[in-house]
């Protein structure tokens, strides 16, 4: 996948997730549709994240996509 650059791409690219702006310009994403188990918790996936660029956000959910392909 190549960087995405806005929003709907990102989206797009990880459609297992809900993806905003928040009103301060900070970007999160959290998951849809279920809630994670103690056990993917401890192994290092998380419910919602959030970065300071489109950029770091596509990183963070890749490491997320790779944790859990790990599981």
């Not at 928040?22 to 999160?28: A, F, M, T, Y």
């Not at 994403?29 to 994670?36: D, S």
């Amino acid at each position: 996948m190549s960087t995405p650059v806005i929003l709907e791409d990102l989206q797009a690219a990880f459609p297992g997730w809900c993806i905003w702006r928040s009103s301060v310009g900070r970007l999160w994403a959290t998951r849809n549709g279920r809630r994670l188990s103690p056990r993917e918790v401890d192994h290092g996936l998380s419910q919602t994240i959030d970065a300071d660029d489109i950029v770091h956000l596509a990183e963070q959910l890749k490491e997320q996509e790779t944790a859990e392909e790990a599981l």
